[in-house]
């Protein structure tokens, strides 16, 4: 391992916080700034060109496989590398966020894997980043346990074989730390801070448990961009001396730039890549952002109206099956956001049979793998899987040679039946206000009408207003969406909230900001990229 110098990161803004030092070490902070220096003018770069190809999207108004990388997609000997023995039974993963209940919990779950999540699932206080990191490592060390405040309950880990497998997410490639400034005043990017700081403290722990440092890497816009996460991996393994191929990234395929690069995405991984997996509501986002000036037949009904099922959605689904096996990787399904109810037996009984279904649908169509959001939804999942798979770890070997997707199917919004509803546009704006409130007081994973919703619900609540207002939508009950209707619309919320809390919890919560903030990114003419952007400036802490 290089000798550790001092770091040339400082630490900005931010209160000290208890065990900080067993994170932020010189040496894991040299790590980091070395990431900084050698890998941020590129990221920068591929920032740059997202908005190019956003440009080009939107003077065109189409998508195609790409021309120049034809002979990766032609040539049919490349395989990704075998997936090692932790990851290659992976039939039910749930996700959500590093807190310290969470992670015995989710450890504990009965899940083949773990979503550790830096990303959507958390919101990004200087608290959350650090003190998640600390959580993973007390967890691989056996040092964690947690009492419930409220209940006394007590968590700790069952036996290590009980365990699930940990896939780390970090943030994507937009977003930064401002509490980690290089020399020069620049801002890390959350990416690098929180791949570095996990990678660097548990790699050799984790290969000393017969694990491995394996990521999950949100946002890919293009084969670009992986390729740089490839060779941030292989500068990260020479650095800490283990051998190249350590590493293992499942990459979502949740744009919709992506979803025409799926060969490529892997070919540069493929020393490194273990899977894609098919993420529902930051891949609608997506296809709002990138198709907004688009048209009518860009335009998107109600989110809750746009199952998997939909053709475009299932075109999707079914092209990342057949590429993942072609290439011996895994593919993983998506999310059962369901939270139980404890008061309404009824209500779970629906929804049960509604998330039994997508996960029948998903191993009947070759996935080997699909997430959940609550430990009660994995043996439902599981029972799925179990059904298909057998004794088998997963269904690789089914080649789906059957699927033939053509580049017009990705993006045939038009094919859905479905239109936006003035019950749509309420429902936008209350998960929308009810979110960002949260995830203002440092929650990023939130219950909201019985769902677990993260960064990318309100992304694609806040971009469908925004849409409609922009095409001009009229709903089903005769009202075009406007900018004085949504307006209307969210301060019916708002005082909604008040009177459904209280004044005491009213006050004491961040509703009016969140309240305005959501109108912000949903009413600017220029649409923002990312809603957590101008959220993370208002973000304490």
């Given at each position: 391992m290089s000798a550790p110098a001092p770091s040339p990161l400082a630490i900005v803004d931010a209160e000290p916080l208890p065990r900080q030092e067993e994170v932020l070490t010189d040496a894991a902070?040299?790590?980091?700034a070395e990431l900084h220096r050698r890998f941020t003018p590129r990221r920068d770069e591929l920032l740059a060109r997202r908005a190019e190809r956003r440009a080009e999207i939107a003077r065109t108004s189409t998508l195609d496989f790409l021309p120049e990388t034809a002979q990766i997609r032609e040539d049919p000997t490349w395989r990704v590398a075998p997936a090692p023995a932790a990851l290659n039974d992976r039939r039910v993963e749930i996700t959500g966020p590093t807190d310290r209940k969470m992670t015995i919990n989710a450890l504990n779950s009965g899940a083949k894997v773990w979503l550790a999540d830096f990303e959507d699932a958390s919101a990004p206080t200087?608290?959350?980043?650090?003190?998640?990191?600390?959580?993973?490592?007390?967890?691989?060390?056996?040092?964690?346990?947690?009492?419930?405040p409220r209940s006394g309950k007590s968590y700790a880990l069952k036996a290590d074989e009980e365990l699930a497998t940990v896939v780390m997410r970090p943030r994507g490639w937009h977003l930064n730390e401002r509490h980690l400034v290089g020399a020069s005043g620049t801002q890390v990017p959350g990416a690098l801070v929180d791949f570095g700081l996990y990678f660097?403290?548990?790699?050799?722990?984790?290969?000393?448990?017969?694990?491995?440092?394996?990521?999950?890497?949100?946002?890919?816009?293009?084969?670009?961009e992986a390729r740089l996460w490839n060779e941030v991996f292989v500068f990260a393994q020479d650095y800490v001396g283990i051998p190249q191929g350590t590493i293992r990234a499942t990459v979502l395929i949740e744009t919709i730039t992506a979803a025409?690069?799926?060969?490529?995405?892997?070919?540069?991984?493929?020393?490194?890549?273990?899977?894609?997996?098919?993420?529902?509501?930051?891949?609608?986002?997506?296809?709002?952002?990138?198709?907004?000036?688009?048209?009518?037949?860009?335009?998107?009904?109600?989110?809750?109206a746009v199952t998997m099922t939909a053709p475009f959605m299932r075109a999707y689904t079914e092209l990342l099956v057949r590429t993942c096996h072609k290439r011996g990787a895994h593919a993983i399904g998506g999310m059962a956001a369901f939270i139980p109810s404890r008061k309404d037996a009824e209500v779970n009984k629906v929804a049960f049979e509604k998330v039994r279904a997508d996960k029948d649908r998903e191993a009947n169509d070759g996935f080997d793998g699909s997430w959940v959001?609550?430990?009660?939804?994995?043996?439902?999942?599981?029972?799925?899987?179990?059904?298909?798979?057998g004794d088998k770890p997963n269904q690789k070997d089914r080649l789906r040679e059957d699927v033939e997707v053509k580049a017009e199917d990705l993006i045939a919004i038009d094919s859905l039946d479905a239109k936006p509803t003035y019950a749509g546009l309420v429902n936008a704006v209350q998960v929308g206000i009810r979110y960002i409130e949260a995830w203002l007081r440092g929650l990023g994973a939130v219950a909201i009408f019985n769902l677990m919703e993260d960064a990318a619900t309100a992304e694609i609540s806040r971009s469908q207003i925004w849409q409609w207002i922009n095409a001009g939508v009229v709903l089903d009950n005769g009202e075009q969406v406007t900018a004085e209707l949504a307006r209307k619309v969210a301060a019916e919320e708002l005082a909604a909230i008040h009177?459904?809390?209280?004044?005491?919890?009213?006050?004491?919560?961040?509703?009016?900001?969140?309240?305005?903030?959501?109108?912000?990114?949903?009413?600017?003419?220029?649409?923002?990229?990312?809603?957590?952007?101008?959220?993370?400036?208002?973000?304490?802490?």
């Amino acid at each position: 391992m290089s000798a550790p110098a001092p770091s040339p990161l400082a630490i900005v803004d931010a209160e000290p916080l208890p065990r900080q030092e067993e994170v932020l070490t010189d040496a894991a902070l040299a790590f980091v700034a070395e990431l900084h220096r050698r890998f941020t003018p590129r990221r920068d770069e591929l920032l740059a060109r997202r908005a190019e190809r956003r440009a080009e999207i939107a003077r065109t108004s189409t998508l195609d496989f790409l021309p120049e990388t034809a002979q990766i997609r032609e040539d049919p000997t490349w395989r990704v590398a075998p997936a090692p023995a932790a990851l290659n039974d992976r039939r039910v993963e749930i996700t959500g966020p590093t807190d310290r209940k969470m992670t015995i919990n989710a450890l504990n779950s009965g899940a083949k894997v773990w979503l550790a999540d830096f990303e959507d699932a958390s919101a990004p206080t200087w608290e959350n980043v650090v003190l998640g990191q600390l959580n993973l490592i007390d967890a691989y060390t056996r040092n964690i346990d947690f009492t419930d405040p409220r209940s006394g309950k007590s968590y700790a880990l069952k036996a290590d074989e009980e365990l699930a497998t940990v896939v780390m997410r970090p943030r994507g490639w937009h977003l930064n730390e401002r509490h980690l400034v290089g020399a020069s005043g620049t801002q890390v990017p959350g990416a690098l801070v929180d791949f570095g700081l996990y990678f660097f403290h548990n790699a050799q722990r984790l290969l000393d448990l017969g694990k491995g440092p394996y990521f999950y890497l949100p946002k890919t816009e293009s084969h670009l961009e992986a390729r740089l996460w490839n060779e941030v991996f292989v500068f990260a393994q020479d650095y800490v001396g283990i051998p190249q191929g350590t590493i293992r990234a499942t990459v979502l395929i949740e744009t919709i730039t992506a979803a025409y690069e799926m060969e490529e995405i892997l070919y540069e991984l493929r020393d490194h890549a273990s899977g894609l997996n098919a993420g529902r509501w930051d891949y609608l986002f997506s296809i709002v952002k990138n198709f907004r000036d688009g048209g009518p037949k860009f335009v998107l009904p109600d989110r809750n109206a746009v199952t998997m099922t939909a053709p475009f959605m299932r075109a999707y689904t079914e092209l990342l099956v057949r590429t993942c096996h072609k290439r011996g990787a895994h593919a993983i399904g998506g999310m059962a956001a369901f939270i139980p109810s404890r008061k309404d037996a009824e209500v779970n009984k629906v929804a049960f049979e509604k998330v039994r279904a997508d996960k029948d649908r998903e191993a009947n169509d070759g996935f080997d793998g699909s997430w959940v959001a609550h430990p009660d939804l994995v043996p439902i999942a599981m029972e799925s899987f179990d059904r298909v798979l057998g004794d088998k770890p997963n269904q690789k070997d089914r080649l789906r040679e059957d699927v033939e997707v053509k580049a017009e199917d990705l993006i045939a919004i038009d094919s859905l039946d479905a239109k936006p509803t003035y019950a749509g546009l309420v429902n936008a704006v209350q998960v929308g206000i009810r979110y960002i409130e949260a995830w203002l007081r440092g929650l990023g994973a939130v219950a909201i009408f019985n769902l677990m919703e993260d960064a990318a619900t309100a992304e694609i609540s806040r971009s469908q207003i925004w849409q409609w207002i922009n095409a001009g939508v009229v709903l089903d009950n005769g009202e075009q969406v406007t900018a004085e209707l949504a307006r209307k619309v969210a301060a019916e919320e708002l005082a909604a909230i008040h009177a459904e809390i209280g004044e005491e919890a009213f006050a004491a919560g961040n509703w009016q900001q969140a309240h305005d903030l959501l109108l912000k990114v949903s009413l600017d003419e220029d649409y923002a990229d990312f809603l957590t952007l101008p959220a993370y400036e208002q973000l304490k802490g």
